[in-house]
C-alpha cells in the first residue's frame, strides 16, 4: 500500500468532481494493481492526507467505486475493497455475456463504423506480440466497453462499464 503515490491536482483538479474523481481514479488503480487487497480497509481519515484531498473527497470517491463494486460500504464503518467469490465471479460473468450478445445483436442492427473495434483488436494483437500483458488487457477491457457503447442502450452500457 505504500508504493501508491500521492494525489497529485492537475490544473483546475481543485474543483471538487474532479478532485473525487481523481481520488477514485487513484483508489481504483491501486485495487487493480493489487496494491489494495480485498478485504483492506479504506479509511477516509487515513486516505485523505495519503491522497492529499479532504475526507470528504475520499468518502465521495468511495461511493464512486462502491457504485462500481470495487467497495463495500457499511454505515458507521470504513469502506473495504471488495473480496469476490468465486460465485460472485460466475454469476458476473453469466450478465456480461448475456449483456454482451445483446450488444453485438444491437450493432449488427446498427451497423455502426467498426473501426474502433477493429483498432481494439489490433492494440489487443500487438500488446500480447510485445508481451505487454496490462496493455493486452487494457486493450481487450476497450473493445468490450466499445461493443456496449456501440449498441446504442445507454443502460446496457452503464450495466457493462459496472460489470467490467
Known amino acids: 500500500m505504500e508504493t501508491m503515490a500521492p494525489f497529485q491536482p492537475t490544473s483546475g483538479a481543485d474543483h471538487p468532481e474532479l478532485v473525487k474523481t481523481h481520488a477514485a481514479t487513484t483508489l481504483r488503480e491501486g485495487i487493480l494493481r493489487g ?3 480485498p478485504g483492506d480497509i479504506i479509511a477516509e ?4 492526507p495519503r491522497l492529499g484531498v479532504a475526507q470528504a473527497s475520499v468518502r465521495e470517491a468511495l461511493n464512486i467505486l ?10 458507521g464503518r ?3 475493497v471488495t473480496r469476490l467469490t468465486q460465485s460472485d ?3 458476473a460473468y453469466q450478465v456480461r455475456a448475456v449483456l454482451e450478445g445483446l450488444a453485438a445483436r444491437l450493432v ?3 451497423q455502426p463504423d467498426l473501426g474502433d473495434l477493429d483498432r481494439s483488436i489490433r492494440d489487443m494483437q500487438s500488446s500480447a506480440e510485445r508481451g505487454d500483458l496490462r496493455a493486452a488487457i487494457e486493450a481487450d477491457l476497450r473493445f468490450h466497453l ?5 449498441s446504442g442502450n445507454l443502460v446496457l452500457s452503464r450495466q457493462a462499464r459496472q460489470l467490467l
Open 35 to 37: 496494491e489494495l487487497k
Open 45 to 48: 481519515t487515513r486516505w485523505g
Open 66 to 75: 462502491a457504485a462500481e463494486g470495487l467497495v463495500q460500504k457499511r454505515p
Open 78 to 80: 470504513s469502506a473495504r
Open 89 to 91: 465471479v460466475i454469476q
Open 108 to 110: 449488427t442492427e446498427l
Open 146 to 150: 466499445l461493443l456496449c457503447e456501440m
